[in-house]
């Protein structure tokens, strides 16, 4: 879009956005009559900004519209007509937000003092009145731009003082106006790849006077975001085809049993607890037997051979991970009872294959790529990084409230890395005697994470050891609490407390929370006849197969024509030849929508490296023969890893056919 269709009055404005306008205009009129200051200058510039912010954060647009202009900090005018703004530090003094002399200079002197990340995206520490913002805009190509300012009055100034709209439009600014962890994650989620791809960090000359602490505490929450982002990023790339295969091989459990939809509030007004594998849980398993006629009891598939050996089998035990390790939890247990398995679909095959109890498991995207049509309605959860996570959702699913947990340690509690008692001790057992404890192996296991420890304080105040991983996952819950629609009690006396959780005593819990039998039959749900299906599913499978073979063919094609184009940019008259069959290929691939998008889900790395070459070439106003070379590189790779995906499908598409005909 346009600056010119930007600033165009026959925009269509939200009807927020259009009221939002008239309020302004109204209030500056009132504020502007008794101030005689630079800003009755700057309603046009004003509006034209506010109506790009309501676009893109509403609720941020509407709060700056609320406060009145007469409430703005004093603009002064600087020694070469611009503005600058005088503010109040931490200890009380006046400081200036620019130059008294020349701000622009200094703003364009702080841009052109960064080096480029690649892509280019910049943590800006203090707003000001939006020199750096718009300085940083000029000098790189179309730049991520996080703005770390809590003063809603500085951002609304300078959206009088400079026209920001172009960049808010585009959705490349970013406010973050409050250093709390779930703030943080909800405003930077969307941008996690290209925070990742690079970002450099720029303060504002007052910005370390100026709300010193809330900065230091944006970086800190930043940090932790970006620890977050960087394993849901790793896991992403490691494990997008394991996923793939582990889905298409589950297809005959997805389709045999009801999702998890036919659950949704079967449990409201009822507790839950949700059994972790923290070291904690050592203090509360055994009342986990007597807790399961008045609480739902969801556990981890980590504790599902322990919980089963004390007679304290759960109402619900989660699956998730990729790896065929964890059906090691599920071996040689004979009696399932009536434990309901909620997996999602990435989990480990091997683990739906042992489980003999009723499942549910989820549904993903990539049923719908294989199944079109075909594909089942079926429920859904949020995506969890671990099975706590993956239990937690399911307990705001059944509409339980509270959640209370137990065994959520998230750190090493009493210098232990696995609950006592688990099978991993048996493991050990051999290497056990004078000289060598179960502690000590305890801890062994414990510092081979050395490099990513970190010291932390547990809900008790002493400190302990926990890592990255597991701070990743504690990152995850604190999103995710702060956006619960239930009470979170943390009842594990143990491990870290975190935000919007709670901590209380399991006893006084118990007391308070758990104190009505729940209803017989609670969970029962018919199923559905899944041989109706079984013809059609088949067709589909064998109809993906029929695709793959066509894309392959196309994109082993277009590999070869673009390694005669990297050697032909030197006789534009054969290059352009040989682009016209390049083109038709691509016209071809567009049949192909939902197998192309298959292919690429399982070349995530191909993928994101593709992205990342996009974001490096940027913009490209003039095309040269060393732009040329740095597109037909890109698209070399990009089709090199398309290929190699169609190769992995071919070879798990039959293997994922054969289940479906034995199993359904």
Not at 38 to 50: G, Q, T, W
Not at 167 to 193: C, E, M, N
Not at 219 to 235: H, I
Request: charged share 25%.
């Amino acid at each position: 879009m346009s600056k010119a269709e930007m600033a165009s009055p026959a925009l269509d404005v939200p009807a927020l956005g259009q009221r939002a306008v008239h309020k302004a205009n109204a209030g500056f009129a009132r504020d502007g009559a008794s101030r005689a200051d630079p800003l009755a200058a700057c309603l046009s510039r004003y509006l034209h900004n506010l109506e790009a912010l309501y676009r893109v954060d509403a609720a941020l647009a509407a709060r700056i519209d609320g406060l009145t202009f007469e409430h703005l900090p004093p603009l002064e005018r600087a020694r070469d007509g611009q503005f600058t703004l005088r503010l109040r530090a931490d200890d009380g003094r006046t400081v200036y937000a620019h130059s008294r002399y020349h701000p622009l200079q200094e703003a364009e002197a702080l841009a052109h003092s960064q080096r480029s990340p690649a892509p280019p995206a910049f943590l800006l520490h203090g707003l000001g009145l939006g020199y750096a913002l718009l300085a940083l805009e000029q000098r790189f190509d179309r730049p991520l731009l996080i703005v770390a300012e809590n003063d809603l009055a500085v951002i609304k100034a300078a959206l009088c003082a400079n026209d920001l709209s172009l960049p808010l439009a585009d959705r490349r600014v970013v406010f973050l106006t409050a250093a709390d962890k779930a703030h943080v994650h909800d405003k930077l989620r969307a941008h996690a790849t290209d925070l990742l791809l690079g970002l450099a960090f720029v303060a504002s000359p007052h910005a370390a006077r100026v709300h010193a602490d809330f900065h230091r505490q944006v970086r800190a929450a930043l940090a932790d975001f970006m620890a977050y982002a960087r394993l849901q990023m790793v896991t992403l790339l490691k494990t997008a085809r394991v996923t793939f295969k582990n889905v298409a091989f589950n297809l005959p459990h997805y389709l045999a049993n009801p999702g998890v939809e036919a659950l949704q509030n079967r449990a409201v007004g009822y507790p839950a607890v949700v059994v972790a594998a923290g070291p904690s849980l050592a203090r509360h398993v055994r009342r986990l037997r007597e807790l399961r006629q008045r609480a739902v009891v969801i556990a981890v598939q980590t504790v599902f051979k322990l919980l089963r050996a004390l007679d304290a089998l759960p109402h619900f035990v989660t699956s998730l991970d990729y790896h065929e390790v964890s059906a090691e939890f599920f071996r040689g247990v004979e009696d399932f009872g009536d434990c309901m398995l909620v997996a999602e679909p990435k989990a480990a095959w091997h683990v739906l294959d042992l489980y003999r109890g009723p499942q549910r498991v989820l549904r993903h995207r990539f049923h719908d790529l294989l199944l079109r049509e075909a594909a089942p309605a079926r429920g859904s959860l949020p995506a969890g990084t671990t099975v706590a996570h993956l239990a937690f959702y399911l307990a705001q699913h059944l509409g339980c409230d509270p959640v209370i947990f137990v065994g959520q340690d998230l750190a090493f509690s009493e210098g232990l890395y696995y609950l006592p008692g688990m099978p991993i001790e048996q493991t050990w057992q051999p290497e056990l005697g004078r000289f060598c404890t179960l502690e000590m192996k305890q801890w062994e296991r414990i510092a081979r994470n050395r490099p990513i420890l970190r010291r932390v304080r547990d809900l008790h105040g002493r400190e302990v050891y926990s890592d990255e991983t597991l701070l990743s996952y504690a990152e995850q819950f604190a999103a995710d609490f702060a956006n619960a629609r239930c009470r979170v009690i943390q009842a594990s006396e143990g491990g870290l407390a975190i935000p919007g959780m709670e901590v209380m005593p399991l006893d006084q819990a118990v007391e308070r929370f758990c104190r009505r039998p729940l209803p017989a039959g609670l969970f029962a749900a018919p199923s559905p006849t899944a041989a109706v299906r079984r013809e059609r599913v088949v067709r589909e499978l064998e109809e993906r197969q029929r695709e793959l073979q066509e894309v392959h063919a196309i994109a082993a094609e277009m590999g070869g024509l673009l390694d005669r184009l990297y050697g032909l940019l030197d006789r534009p008259s054969e290059f352009n030849r040989v682009m016209v069959r390049v083109d038709e290929l691509r016209r071809g691939m567009q049949k192909f929508a939902a197998m192309y998008r298959l292919v690429v889900d399982v070349s995530a790395l191909g993928e994101l490296r593709r992205y990342s070459a996009d974001r490096r070439l940027g913009t490209i106003e003039k095309e040269t023969r060393q732009t040329a070379r740095q597109r037909l590189a890109r698209d070399r790779e990009f089709v090199a890893a398309f290929t190699d995906g169609c190769e992995f499908l071919a070879r798990v598409l039959p293997d994922a056919l054969a289940r479906v005909q034995e199993r359904m």
